[in-house]
């Protein structure tokens, strides 16, 4: 597949009742995994639905391979694979019934060509021994896989997956996670989550929401580079830890004997230092909430 660019410029969204879900938004995204990450309710949704052309933006626009979403709707839609949070199955249908039906839906006549995709999707989110198994059968992760395969059937240009690891147990997760960077190599991927591992083990770039602003657009390595030199392991004694929570941003909390370790974001600490740590991509994710939350309430 060749490269594809996404421009998004001054894209926003305002709900009737003054929500502002996303505030005005410049950005660049090409080839690879771009997650979105933040808090429920930040603008993430928002965000992807406007692309998928499935919700109209307040003001701004975005091109997609040079297709704009206010106008090219059609064309955007069909180099388009869109796996929402909440995605419907046939749960009486074998999945492999369910892909052909769906492979219908995507306009493929040919037999042979839905055979021939059902195949290349159900090797490639490890479904092939499931094919007689019945939807409403499956678990929670392979219905997730399952999704996944839906979306893909088509070989989309650009794929919009919403918190595709949400409630599934830690072998699932990887699973996904494996599954989405094999599929990142040729193609765009937008993907929105809570879970800072989830970027940390797929995305090339990433982007932080907060209230429907973007905080931080960049590489993975940029948003550790913001906290490196910031990022200490302390050592206090636990009736202290409430008092440092208020001056510092926890990254972790770990008990050695009486004392407690802590792991913290700040320019400079009084405590006792253990060591200087670098910077994981959590550290830097709670950093930059931590400083955008703290900004906001001084104001």
């Known amino acids: 597949m060749t490269a594809l660019v996404i421009e998004v410029r001054g894209l926003s969204k305002t709900y009737p009742g003054g929500t502002q879900a996303l505030r005005p938004t410049d950005l660049t995204i090409t080839n690879g995994i ?70 219908l ?24 021994n499931l094919r007689r198994r019945r939807v409403g059968e499956l678990s929670g992760g392979m219905r997730q896989r399952l999704g996944v395969a839906q979306a893909i059937l088509a070989s989309p240009q650009l794929l919009i997956i919403d918190e595709p690891t949400a409630g599934l147990d830690p072998e699932e997760r990887i699973r996904i996670r494996g ?57 206090v004694p636990r009736e202290r830890l409430h008092e440092m929570k208020e001056r510092c941003i926890f990254t972790g909390v770990y008990r050695v004997g009486e004392k407690m370790h802590i792991r913290v974001v700040a320019d400079a600490v009084d405590e006792p230092v253990v060591e200087a740590v670098e910077p994981t991509l959590e550290d830097a994710y709670l950093d930059v909430m931590g400083l955008a939350m703290g900004a906001n309430d001084a104001a």
């Open 179 to 235: 599954l989405l960077a094999e599929l990142g190599g040729d193609r765009v991927i937008i993907l929105s989550t809570h879970i800072v591992a989830d970027v940390e083990a797929t995305a090339d770039s990433v982007a932080i929401l907060h209230l429907g602003q973007m905080l931080f657009t960049g590489t993975t390595e940029d948003l550790r580079a913001r906290s490196r030199g910031r990022v200490w392991m302390v050592e």
């Open 105 to 128: 839906l995507s306009d493929m006549p040919s037999a042979a060509a839905r055979r021939e995709a059902i195949d290349q999707v159900m090797a490639q989110t490890n479904l092939g």
């Open 34 to 103: 771009f997650a979105l990450v933040g808090p429920n309710g930040s603008g993430k949704t928002t965000f992807m639905r406007m692309l998928a052309t499935l919700l109209e933006p307040t003001s701004g626009t975005a091109a997609i391979d040079g297709h704009d979403i206010r106008r090219d709707r059609l064309a955007i839609r069909r180099m388009l694979g869109y796996l929402p949070q909440d995605f419907g199955l046939y749960p009486s249908l074998t999945v492999d019934e369910h892909l052909d039906y769906i492979a």
